[in-house]
């Protein structure tokens, strides 16, 4: 039987929230503590083409990696890139979840966007071999579209597909839904509003994505609670959401947390997707018998204090170039469009700290020591943290270089996907975008062999005299580090 993936290939991306790091963050969050990331035993459940688990084993290199997938043509892209990047801590079967010849005891368990894109018993066999792979202390992660937030899109989906009458390809998903809009009554201003969200949306992504979520045969969205039900059927306990700012109460109206008091875990996340509306979710699991002999019960609302041990990074950078040492002062801290204003001294010290070394990140105890401010500091930047996004939590610290060394070197899989094409992922593991050709040239080349005359030689930038190029080269260095790009 054809396999839909090998006729047409998935996406080919990466995501920050599905990073080893970041599932022991928030396991850390919720009372939990994870395997040691660095040296971790990680397998992606669904890999495709290795857009997410090539960019991490490249990054970390004393860990090891496993992707599985069924579609033969998308795991051979990926065993063909993991050679050109000389990957050897990756490995990766061409096989099913049920079939594919694992070994037990995976300290993080990844698998981004297939839970809905299978049939329901697929999908029970995912979870079950979740559980089954998973390290007594590992923490897993799946990611699925649901309900009520899919069920504007599933009405786009019936009419795409009952118009195009077959399941993939087409080209027009944006026309045929403008065409269906533009007859619809205006009384009906709900309904056609759905439909320009998702016409809007289809615009804007790419054509396998709109194949693969709209006209493909499976696309099961589902209420969150039926979902975590399921993964406890297999084992598997709910332990929190991989962007803790999508579910968390702290955010939310009092009255959703009254309401939500008496629930459970499953119930409660319901209640939470009822509220925001949410199309797409992002659980984390712990195998339950481990969860039961640890005594864990998951917390209805984050833990503070877990900073302590954990690192933190901040885009946010002062207003003012000098700081005002008064201990009444308002700081203004800006990062793009959002403007932070900081009134606790303590906090601000701290900011200022981090703003020095961004993108790189600090340790909590040592950025505390230095900020002083004891527990106040930790609220403080606690809700930083999770009411403006500006700041991350890390349990790892990749090699990073917040500025540019006499030979620069850049991320190895990003410097690859700078030569050959496709998405770039940083230090981090988010994605970026580079605001100029030379900068992405500048990426290719910078292997910590040259400096920044020898890269200026080595770019095409044939517009530009030699001393031009050179400026040219060290603007796009400093762009990079700024990026979390560089390694040295
Ligand atoms: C929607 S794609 C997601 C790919 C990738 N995780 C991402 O988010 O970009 C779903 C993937 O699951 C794979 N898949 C579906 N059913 C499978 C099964 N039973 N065993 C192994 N892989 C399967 C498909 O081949 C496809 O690559």
Same mark, same amino acid.
């Given at each position: 039987m054809s396999d839909a993936y090998d006729e047409l290939p998935y996406t080919d991306h990466a995501y920050a929230e599905v990073h080893p790091d970041r599932l022991a963050v928030v396991a850390r969050l919720s009372g939990w503590t994870a395997p040691a990331v660095a040296t971790a035993r990680v397998l992606e459940l669904g890999? /495709?083409? /290795?857009g997410n688990l090539l960019p991490i084993s490249s990054a970390m290199p004393g860990a090891s990696f496993v992707g599985v997938d069924q579609s033969a043509r998308q795991i051979d892209e990926a065993r063909a890139l993991a050679g050109a990047a000389g990957l050897a801590n990756v490995t990766f079967h061409a096989a099913t979840f049920e079939g594919a010849p694992l070994e037990h005891g995976f300290d993080f368990v990844l698998c981004h966007g297939v839970v809905s894109w299978v049939p329901a018993a697929t999908r029970r066999a995912l979870f079950a071999k979740m559980a089954s792979v998973l390290a007594p202390g590992g923490v897993a992660h799946a990611s699925f579209n649901v309900l009520p937030g899919w069920y504007e899109r599933l009405a786009a989906r019936d009419w795409l597909r009952f118009a195009s009458g077959?399941?993939? /390809?087409?080209? @027009?998903a944006a026309a045929t839904l403008d065409w269906l809009r533009a007859r619809v009554p205006p009384e009906r201003a709900g309904y056609k509003d759905g439909l320009a969200a998702v016409a809007r949306r289809i615009a804007e992504t790419e054509p396998a994505y709109v194949a693969h979520e709209y006209l493909a045969r499976e696309q099961h969205p589902e209420l969150v609670a039926r979902v975590i039900a399921e993964a406890e059927e297999a084992g598997l306990t709910y332990l929190g959401d991989a962007i803790p700012q999508a579910t968390?109460?702290? %955010? %939310? @109206?009092d009255a959703v947390t009254t309401r939500a008091a008496a629930m459970g875990a499953a119930d409660a996340q319901q209640l939470v997707d009822f509220v925001t509306g949410a199309s797409f979710r992002r659980a984390l699991f712990v195998r339950t018998d481990e969860a039961s002999a640890r005594g864990w019960r998951w917390p209805r609302r984050l833990d503070p204090a877990a900073l302590a041990g954990l690192r933190v990074a901040s885009r946010l950078q002062p207003e003012a170039p000098d700081a005002s040492a008064a201990a009444d002062a308002v700081e203004r801290f800006r990062a793009g469009e959002l403007t932070v204003e900081i009134a606790d001294l303590h906090a601000r010290r701290a900011l200022r700290a981090l703003a020095r070394v961004t993108p790189a990140s600090l340790g909590w105890d040592d950025l505390a020591r230095d900020a002083g401010g004891g527990s106040a500091l930790t609220t403080e930047l606690f809700d930083a943290w999770l009411a403006t996004g500006a700041l991350d939590l890390h349990a790892f610290a990749p090699k990073l270089a917040t500025f540019p060394s006499r030979h620069p070197r850049a991320c190895p899989f990003a410097r690859l996907r700078a030569a050959r094409g496709g998405a770039l992922t940083n230090a981090w593991h988010q994605e970026v975008v580079l605001p100029a050709p030379i900068v992405r040239e500048v990426l290719a080349c910078a292997d910590g062999t040259r400096t920044d005359e020898e890269l200026a030689a080595a770019?095409?930038?044939?517009?530009?005299t030699p001393a031009e190029r050179v400026a040219a080269v060290r603007k796009s260095l400093l762009i990079l580090a700024s990026l979390a790009l560089l390694v040295d």
């Open positions: 890999c /495709g083409r /290795g077959h399941e993939r /390809g087409s080209a @027009d968390a109460f702290e %955010l %939310l @109206d770019v095409t930038a044939s517009n530009l």
